[in-house]
């Protein structure tokens, strides 16, 4: 199955590409109805928070990341175990 080339990228995505770009879609829709007008120290206060939150974003998945990779070696190690306690059920039968 040939994958959909993605409007914003240029480049062939998946599902979570396309349902990103939907949702920016409808979010550039709304701002573009709203047409408000902020206030200087409301935008800057905004710009702090949402640095703010890249930061705990970024965080986040670099936890995870380290949980999965924790993972795939605790998965070594127990396939390791496996095949040695079969080894031994083996020469025992």
Not at 31 to 40: F, I, K, M, Q, S
Not at 51 to 80: G, P
């Amino acid at each position: 199955m040939e994958l959909p080339i993605n409007k914003y990228l240029g480049i062939k995505s998946d599902w979570w590409e396309d349902r990103a770009s939907i949702l920016l879609d409808a979010v550039r829709k709304d701002e573009e109805e709203l047409a408000a007008v902020y206030d200087v120290d409301h935008v800057n206060r905004s710009i702090v928070h949402t640095r703010e939150d890249m930061v705990l974003v970024v965080s986040y998945l670099n936890a995870v990341n380290k949980q999965l990779a924790q993972l795939r070696h605790t998965r070594a190690l127990l396939s390791i175990i496996v095949v040695l306690v079969a080894v031994g059920l083996w020469r025992v039968w």
